[in-house]
């Protein structure tokens, strides 16, 4: 049997193989990025953040947001840093 009419469907179907599995390798990268960033972010601020409400119900939420971080914390949604330029705190406090 002469298979010479498949020959160029396989050439299109590795390439387009290879072009879904970048897709997917740069997907499942940028993943594990927002889980890493999530997770930090629960790890790092809010734990934190709790632990001192809890001891201090009157803590300075600007005080304590620039003393232990920055605006370039790119784990920090950019909503608590809008909330804290406008000085938001009861709605900030309605997040956490």
């Given at each position: 049997m002469n298979f010479?009419?498949?020959e160029p469907y396989l050439k299109?179907?590795?390439i387009i193989a290879g072009v879904i599995s970048f897709?997917?390798?740069f997907f499942n990268k940028e993943q594990v990025k927002y889980e890493k960033n999530k997770e930090k972010y629960f790890d790092d601020f809010l734990v934190r953040f709790?632990?001192?409400f809890r001891n201090n119900k009157n803590v300075n939420i600007?005080?304590?947001f620039y003393k232990n971080y920055s605006y370039h914390d790119n784990y920090i949604p950019p909503y608590v840093n809008y909330l804290l330029e406008k000085?938001?705190?009861d709605?900030?406090?309605?997040?956490?």
């Open positions: 010479d009419f498949i299109y179907s590795a897709i997917i390798t709790y632990s001192a600007k005080d304590f000085s938001e705190f709605n900030l406090k309605k997040f956490y």
